[in-house]
């Protein structure tokens, strides 16, 4: 009797590791994180209630659009961090920044940044990024490497106190400028120690151009996406997002973050739709 259980241990055990690890694929969670931009109001009425409600989604980070003096939704940085922690999520990323100071608004500007990148760094945020540039940055190569110049320096602020900072762009920065592509210029004159590119990949195609170009022309400067479509995530059948993702070590991604602007529904209902889309996609690991 003792053989023929052996026996039949010896034939099972093997089937049964593998339907569990079967199992445990197929429920694992993939890492994908939210720019709460894309539910900007219900985060305004009532911030406690949707970062519950999020949490419930599977989404497993967030990316806030809401610093300021120190505060993040009305928050301070440990209530605000202990918040989404408990809601299942980690806060990895933040949009904020500031407008390029002239020389005589330089070091009140310096000094907004050390403020908010304490705040910052007392959240556990790993990523800073700046999702804006004012008129300066478009109408001349000089106000562009103005810019480029600050970012350098806001960079290594930011990378003194363990945190990277990046810049996001929009369509704008595919335009020509004495003769140059901004976006090119900008990738080109800031230091890539100090500064990376979060790629959002609907604006660069409404642009004009191919990420996977600029994945081609400037490998591993694209630390994080925003993945965005029209309305939700991969329903437009415009964005080629599984060739993206192919490419995504060439790029040096590391995180993708959802962003959507537009809705069928209601945004969580939209977000969520995002989310399901990506998590049923063989091509998002």
């Not at 099972?12 to 569990?20: D, E, K, Q, R």
């Not at 599977?58 to 009305?74: D, K, P, R, V």
């Not at 540039?133 to 960079?155: E, I, K, P």
């Not at 004009?208 to 591993?220: A, L, Q």
Request: contains cysteine; hydrophobic residues 40%.
């Amino acid at each position: 009797m003792k053989k023929y259980a052996v026996f039949y241990f010896i034939l099972i055990f093997p089937l049964a590791v593998f339907i569990l690890n079967s199992c445990a694929r197929e429920t694992k969670k993939k890492d994908v994180g939210l720019q709460l931009w894309s539910i900007r109001q219900d985060m305004q009425k009532d911030p406690v209630k949707t970062i519950e409600e999020l949490g419930k989604t599977g989404y497993t980070f967030i990316e806030t659009a809401n610093y300021s003096h120190g505060m993040f939704y009305g928050m301070s940085p440990a209530d605000f961090k202990a918040l989404v922690e408990k809601n299942n999520m980690r806060f990895l990323s933040s949009h904020t920044g500031l407008a390029v100071p002239d020389s005589a608004s330089w070091e009140s500007a310096m000094a907004w940044w050390d403020t908010c990148i304490d705040a910052h760094a007392a959240a556990g945020v790993q990523y800073i990024v700046q999702p804006f540039m004012d008129s300066v940055g478009y109408t001349s190569l000089s106000g562009l490497q103005r810019y480029c110049d600050y970012f350098n320096a806001v960079g290594k602020k930011c990378r003194d106190k363990g945190i990277l900072f990046g810049y996001h762009n929009h369509s704008g920065e595919f335009a020509t400028l004495e003769g140059q592509t901004i976006y090119d210029y900008m990738l080109q004159h800031t230091d890539s120690s100090q500064v990376f590119f979060q790629n959002d990949l609907y604006w660069t195609q409404m642009g004009g151009k191919n990420p996977v170009d600029y994945f081609t022309r400037y490998p591993g400067r694209f630390k994080l996406w925003h993945v965005k479509d029209e309305k939700e995530v991969g329903a437009s059948g415009k964005m080629d997002f599984k060739t993206l993702y192919e490419n995504a070590a060439l790029a040096g991604m590391q995180y993708a973050v959802v962003e959507q602007e537009e809705y069928t529904t209601t945004p969580m209902e939209g977000v969520k739709a995002s989310l399901e889309y990506l998590q049923n996609a063989d091509f998002v690991k």
